[in-house]
């Protein structure tokens, strides 16, 4: 597992292009084996495993714990073809999109596709917990589909919202996937900050070529990290998070502090970003 201390912002103004990557960039997610980052930000981990075999999540070193999630929850987006999570022996077929929300507590986790050949791609955000909630099944055919934007301001998109208080209830987990149409290249613009919560984004769904340019930084002391498909970025309290591709995409947003209000956010005016 690898770790990512938090970081001032007094500070990440000086780092240059090498250094905000190693900081904030989380790259080759989906690999045979399980990949997780565990940030200091609000203790997120960020993982993901495209398994060609049956793949155990392990506690490792790393939490002194004796299992997984034995104080955290997790919540489970499959971004390849259809696959199936077993927790403690109950087996949850997730096909493309699907989610799955696990509560604290439970002991064994197994990652495994359908087909080894066009593996499963089990992306997956963990926060600590203090109560545990089912385990459910988020169906992406089962939720309300917000549609928001426009073609002509570049960001026609549509919001599905898997882990929430009005949905699958989690402690403190929040997460979702934005889908931008085509001819739309825009997230989160006008951007904000959240003082109460961080968040990660995975982008995907991008062809070889395309790239995305995530802002991020103090709004007066703005950076980017360019960003390919299937790479995620760790976005601390104080900083913007949004995004402009070359061309469409997707990306799913997970959240995790002080509350779970989608709507608990400080607005920046555009004058404001420098």
């Keep these: 597992m690898d770790i990512r201390n938090a970081a001032n912002p007094k500070d990440v103004k000086y780092y240059d292009t090498a250094r905000l990557r190693d900081e904030f960039l989380i790259q080759e997610?989906?690999?045979?084996?399980?990949?997780?980052?565990?940030?200091?930000v609000d203790r997120m981990i960020a993982g993901g495993v495209s398994p060609v075999k049956p793949m155990k999540l392990e506690a490792g070193d790393?939490?002194?714990a004796e299992y997984f999630l034995e104080r955290r929850e997790m919540g489970v987006i499959n971004i390849g073809a259809p696959g199936t999570v077993t927790v403690d022996g109950e087996a949850f077929v997730l096909g493309t999109n699907d989610g799955l929300y696990i509560g604290m507590g439970k002991k064994e986790i197994t990652f495994q596709s359908e087909n080894a050949s066009n593996p499963s791609k089990f992306y997956f955000n963990s926060v600590p917990a203090h109560a545990?909630?089912?385990?459910?099944?988020?169906?992406?055919?089962l939720l309300e589909a917000t549609r928001l934007g426009s073609l002509a301001d570049s960001n026609d998109r549509t919001i599905y919202k898997y882990i929430h208080p009005m949905g699958v209830k989690s402690c403190q987990l929040v997460m979702g996937m934005t889908v931008l149409e085509p001819g739309s290249v825009w997230n989160t613009m006008p951007t904000h900050t959240h003082e109460r919560r961080m968040e990660v984004y995975l982008y995907f769904n991008m062809k070889p070529d395309a790239l995305v340019l995530h802002n991020m930084g103090e709004p007066s002391e703005t950076r980017h990290i360019v960003v390919r498909s299937e790479e995620a970025v760790i976005?601390?309290?104080?900083?913007?998070?949004?995004?402009?591709?070359t061309r469409n995409y997707t990306f799913i947003w997970g959240m995790a502090g002080e509350n779970q209000t989608f709507s608990d956010m400080d607005p920046v005016p555009m004058e404001a970003i420098k």
């Design 29 to 40: 997610l989906f690999s045979s084996e399980i990949k997780m980052v565990y940030s200091h």
């Design 62 to 64: 790393e939490l002194r």
């Design 132 to 141: 545990t909630h089912p385990t459910v099944k988020i169906g992406i055919e």
């Design 235 to 245: 976005s601390p309290s104080w900083s913007i998070h949004s995004g402009c591709g």
